[in-house]
């Protein structure tokens, strides 16, 4: 749900040193320096002079992550200087491209090429880099997130080394490389797996929780990209089901004018609104919420596949995102929809609902397990620390993962026994980074020390 569409700052206060900040403003830096690279060359000799001078590194793109995983007091690396299209090779249905270009002209290069990718998350403003290290995903019954999709990289590690890994070369460190979470280095270049541009039909309805529950499994298996949106406090949820259409079918797109209502005007002006009321008088938040249920109407539209998986997103919030187990979700759902009432919280924003296959990503959230995905957010100037933490007890105990660009509480120790290839990454990250040119408090607390 919204996304404010700002990218992260950089910016200089008199008599200061330069100050960065993430677009939701939960995380911030003063690094020593700022570079803006132009190429792997150039980027390659910035990393190496740092590192000889003892400073960290940390790369930014759009700086979409909700943690401290970009912070750095050292070299902070801008990488929207290198965001060109590098191979399109549409036999094989690849595109290389530089590790900085956001997605939303990765989407404009493929539609160029008629490509596309199969699967991809609601927000398009993240870099490739970003998105694909810190595991953004979508929904998908046999599709899984962008780092799935993955190819081959090229990777700038500490010594300024520039190593090209697929799952022919140097397989370990692409295994780690496709969600690293910047902790082996800067990637330079991205190679992504594509297929020839489709259609989605989307069909948006209304549903109440209790039959999106019951029918769970028929709605997960019967479509290709299904996820849901429950607004706490009611029973009411906003089911959405993609599917690719029968052959002969056309682009029958919203009008722009219902698009713009919709899309733009209601789910974020008129949003912004709502919360900002609910800022005011907390007491009212359930019934709001049971307003803007209602206020949904069902919709029925086919456009090119990706302006169907994302949408204009401006409302700022907090987000914590675990995947748990599938089989859980529904035991998971019965017991957050109680806690808002047992603990007295007030939660104006809708909790989401999304799913992925099992994949062999070592770091993927959906590692070696089908998985749901369940995203509790909250408006960004209502106090979120005791939702999350109430919420976060139940996901945790069902044998979640925490979404690595998102707020959570979990350290180490916890997350290494949620993946079965924990140590394996951490041997790769000792081997490229083994004076943790790379690592900063977000990274020691997740990972550890090198």
């Not at 990777?155 to 397989?171: F, I, K």
């Not at 496709?178 to 309805?205: D, H, M, Q």
């Not at 806690?339 to 992925?356: D, H, I, K, N, S």
Request: net charge positive; aromatic share 6%; with cysteine.
């Amino acid at each position: 749900m919204g996304v404010r569409e700002l990218r992260g700052t950089n910016r200089r206060r008199p008599g200061s040193a330069p100050e960065w900040r993430n677009w939701a403003g939960t995380a911030s830096a003063r690094p020593v320096r700022t570079a803006r690279p132009r190429d792997t060359a150039e980027l390659a000799a910035l990393v190496a002079e740092a590192a000889g001078r003892g400073l960290r590194v940390k790369a930014t793109g759009s700086g979409h992550s909700f943690t401290g995983v970009a912070v750095t007091d050292g070299l902070h690396v801008s990488m929207d200087a290198m965001a060109r299209p590098i191979e399109v090779d549409r036999s094989r249905g690849l595109v290389t491209v530089e590790a900085g270009m956001p997605l939303h002209r990765l989407n404009r290069l493929l539609d160029a090429h008629g490509m596309a990718l199969t699967n991809m998350g609601d927000i398009d403003r993240q870099t490739v880099s970003g998105a694909i290290s810190t595991g953004t995903h979508g929904t998908g019954r046999s599709s899984g997130g962008l780092s799935a999709q993955v190819s081959a990289v090229e990777l700038v590690t500490a010594d300024g080394s520039v190593l090209s890994c697929s799952a022919d070369r140097e397989p370990e460190v692409f295994a780690a490389a496709r969600l690293a979470l910047g902790a082996l280095g800067v990637l330079s270049r991205v190679t992504l797996r594509c297929e020839p541009a489709f259609l989605l039909r989307a069909v948006e309805t209304p549903m109440p929780l209790r039959r999106v529950l019951e029918d769970l499994e028929d709605l997960v298996r019967g479509n290709e990209h299904m996820e849901f949106y429950w607004f706490p406090h009611t029973d009411r949820t906003l089911i959405k089901r993609n599917n690719r259409p029968s052959g002969g079918a056309r682009r029958a797109p919203l009008s722009r004018a219902r698009a713009w209502f919709e899309d733009d005007f209601l789910s974020n002006t008129v949003y912004e609104g709502v919360n900002r009321l609910g800022c005011a008088v907390p007491a009212a938040i359930p019934r709001l919420n049971a307003v803007a249920a209602r206020a949904l109407s069902p919709r029925v539209y086919t456009d090119v596949s990706h302006r169907v998986f994302t949408s204009p997103r401006r409302v700022v919030f907090r987000e914590m995102e675990y995947a748990v187990p599938r089989a859980e979700l529904p035991e998971v759902l019965r017991e957050l929809r109680r806690l808002p009432e047992r603990y007295g919280e007030r939660v104006g924003f809708p909790v989401e609902v999304r799913f992925a296959p099992a994949d062999d990503v070592w770091l993927s959230t959906a590692h070696g397990r089908e998985s749901a995905y369940v995203a509790v957010h909250q408006y960004h100037r209502r106090p979120h620390e005791e939702w999350f933490r109430v919420a976060e007890e139940v996901l945790v105990a069902a044998g979640g993962r925490p979404h690595w660009g998102k707020l959570h509480r979990l350290g180490a120790e916890e997350l290494r026994g949620l993946y079965p290839r924990f140590d394996d990454f951490r041997r790769v990250r000792a081997r490229l980074d083994p004076s943790g040119v790379f690592a900063n408090p977000c990274l020691r607390g997740v990972l550890g020390p090198v």
